[in-house]
Every structure is written in C-alpha cells, then in structure tokens.
C-alpha cells in the first residue's frame, strides 16, 4: 500500500481502468474525507451525505472504464456538486437561498419596505418554477450550489458561453417579473 501513496491521481486512475481494487482504495483514501465535509457543508444530514459520496465512489468503480477523467479531485467536487443538486431536486427539498441573492432584496429595498428577504425569496421560488427547464437549472446550480459557469457547462455538457447567455436571461426576467410584482404591491 505504501507504493500506491506515492502514485499520482493519474496512475491511480489508470491502474483502476484495468481493474486495480488496491489503486481504487487508495483514490477512496485521499478523497473520501474532503468529499464527505463538502457534501456535509451543503446537507448538514450525516446519512445522506455518506449515501451520495458512497454514491459517486462506487460510481466511479462501475464506470471506470469508459469515464475519462483529466483532474481527479476537480472532478470528484463537481460530482459532489452535483450529487447534492440532484438530491434536493429528488427530493423537493432546496436549500435556502444563499448569500449571492442577497443583494437583490437588499439592492432597492429598505428595512420599510413592503416585502421582507423572506417574501423576495419566495417570490423569486415561484420566478424560477416558472422558468424553461434549462435555464432554473442552470440558476440553481450558480447561485444556490455555487458553481461556476465553467463547471455548470461541464456539468450539462454545454458549452460556457450557453450557460453565461443563460444567466444573463434569467436575471434581466428575474428584474423585470420583481418590477412588477413590486408595482403590483405599491397598489394595493
């Protein structure tokens, strides 16, 4: 086992190609405890957070042999990532929105306001349900999983530049649709 410590993620990967337990052992040993507080980070659920890193581990084994991976430990995060995101789309449960739409209730809103933070983020809830497929789920990856637009793009397998147009269109609707609900507040 000392050997296998010394190989680089891209022999580790090689040698489980061919059918190696002892190299895919050692890629478990390296990764399970970073995998595991980065899943805990975002579910604060001990079982499912061991059952989705369990998940990619043994994802990894059974698709050892067509999957190309360039950089091991990139590629482990985004599947954490994304293990998270399509748990909470599984189960309906999201997780609160995060501090990167904050700004948005904040920006044109005063503590006197008519909506509070809570409203602004059921509002934009109700937004994004009535959002193309594609472009909520691109939403929900940058702005509640924090991913960044290339490992979204990696993700969907689309390309960077569809993801950031996406974006840009989600948020000029995003302004618009609290614009009017906002208008539409002021009346009554």
Not at 134 to 163: C, H, M, N, P
Request: hydrophobic residues 45%.
């Amino acid at each position: 086992m000392a050997s296998l410590s010394r190989l680089s993620d891209s022999e580790l990967l090689l040698s489980i190609k061919s059918g190696d337990k002892a190299a895919y052992g050692e890629i478990y040993e390296r990764y399970w405890r970073k995998l595991y507080n980065e899943t805990y980070k975002r579910l604060k659920d001990t079982k499912r957070v061991e059952e989705l890193v369990q998940d990619i581990f043994i994802d990894l084994w059974v698709s050892r042999e067509r999957k190309v991976i360039a950089h091991l430990e990139n590629y482990l995060l985004i599947a954490v990532r994304y293990a998270v995101y399509t748990d909470f789309r599984r189960t309906k449960s999201l997780p609160n929105f995060e501090e990167p739409l904050e700004h948005i209730a904040l920006s044109d809103l005063q503590a006197d306001s008519l909506l509070n933070i809570k409203d602004i983020k059921g509002c934009i809830a109700i937004w994004l349900s009535m959002q193309p497929e594609k472009r909520a789920e691109i939403f929900r990856l940058r702005y509640l999983e924090d991913f960044s637009t290339r490992e979204i793009s990696l993700v969907l397998g689309i390309s960077q530049k569809t993801v950031q147009n996406q974006l840009i269109t989600a948020f000029q609707s995003l302004r618009i649709f609290l614009k009017k609900l906002m208008a539409l507040l002021a009346l009554i």
